[in-house]
């Protein structure tokens, strides 16, 4: 009599049943912060490209331009063209939206080349634009403050190119 109500108490605690919804209740909030911190991480490296491909862009305009070693009208012409060729994607803003949010030309800084001096460098870099996070914020969804997540969320891409007026 004993063996059998053993028998019987024994195959209750031996279901698995639910065993699959448990560890999937377990491992659901791990994958999705997974998930989303890859997507977050993924969205600043694509921030970073393109500013660098936007200073690369204003970086080779005033390389290639006789207004960067001119007057000072025209150095001043050709540094305002160049930032907001990195900005909008043009020489002129008026009426263009900025290739990101939050990027304005005092964000843009432009080293002209030396005058006189051979070979010339120029230097286009982005300054003080901050990383604005997204949906997938992290550290609202964790409680903690951005600057535990997003450490180094100010971004500075850069472009050095040798000067060579055509």
Not at 14 to 43: H, Q, T, W, Y
Not at 62 to 80: E, F, K, M, P, Q
Not at 142 to 152: E, P, R, S
């Amino acid at each position: 009599m004993w063996s059998h109500s053993f028998k019987v108490f024994r195959a209750a605690f031996k279901r698995d049943d639910g065993n699959s919804m448990i560890e999937c209740a377990i491992l659901m909030p791990i994958l999705i912060l997974l998930f989303v911190g890859a997507a977050e991480v993924g969205r600043m490296f694509y921030t970073y490209t393109t500013l660098a491909k936007a200073t690369k862009v204003g970086a080779r305009y005033i390389s290639t331009s006789r207004l960067a070693t001119g007057t000072a009208t025209d150095r001043t012409t050709v540094t305002n063209q160049a930032k907001n060729l990195v900005v909008c994607g043009f020489t002129d803003c008026t009426g263009q939206t900025a290739i990101l949010p939050g990027l304005t030309a005092s964000n843009v800084s432009v080293t002209l080349p030396t005058v006189g001096v051979n070979p010339g460098f120029v230097r286009v870099q982005i300054t003080g634009f901050t990383f604005t996070t997204g949906a997938f914020n992290l550290a609202l969804r964790l409680g903690v403050a951005n600057n535990t997540i997003y450490n180094a969320t100010s971004l500075t891409p850069g472009t050095t190119m040798r000067y060579i007026p055509s």
